[in-house]
């Protein structure tokens, strides 16, 4: 059995127009709602034994808050693939996971995670959730019974968990997304 869990960077700032996408940082709901769900995965006792990680400024600083709220590191590996990267890519990057990680989280950006979601699981209501808007900073939790990460395939996980941040504090919640 495998888990992936996929994370969507949280709010990012859109204060300074003229600044790079890969150098945009979290607003204050962004840096707010990485803690709570942050906190939320402690409660919910998940762990992963491989992280990866888009190395953008708004996925560090998601990274950041969320072990804040979570009360430890992550041990995260940044890959620069995954920046904007398609839910194909992302498919392969979790095919290629360590081999005796049973839980991987890989922390990115959207459409790629949203589409890797909906590519890798095929009914529920959850993934119905997930094609209707797959928000900044929400997680979403898959498993496969599967033996190896080469063996991931469409259509073969069974989405687990789909936790928003304005599921866990609706303060957070809908607003314009970035």
Known sequence: MKTLTLL????????????????????????????????????LGLNFDQV???????????????????????????????YLASAELLLEIAQGANEGASSLLL??????????????TSDGSLRAEVAAKYPTGTLAEMTFSIDDWAQLERGAGTLTRFIRPRDLDPELGPEEDS
């Open 107 to 120: 922390v990115g950006h959207n459409p790629g995670l949203e589409n890797l979601a909906l590519l890798l």
């Open 52 to 82: 990866l990680a888009s190395p953008a400024v708004r996925v560090i600083e998601t990274l950041h808050d969320v072990e804040e709220g979570y009360g430890r590191e992550l041990g995260t590996r940044f890959d620069r693939r995954i």
């Open 8 to 43: 969507r960077h949280a709010k990012s700032s859109w204060d300074d127009m003229a600044m790079r996408d890969f150098d945009r940082p979290l607003n204050a709901r962004g840096r707010r709602a990485a803690r709570t769900v942050g906190r939320e995965m402690r409660r």
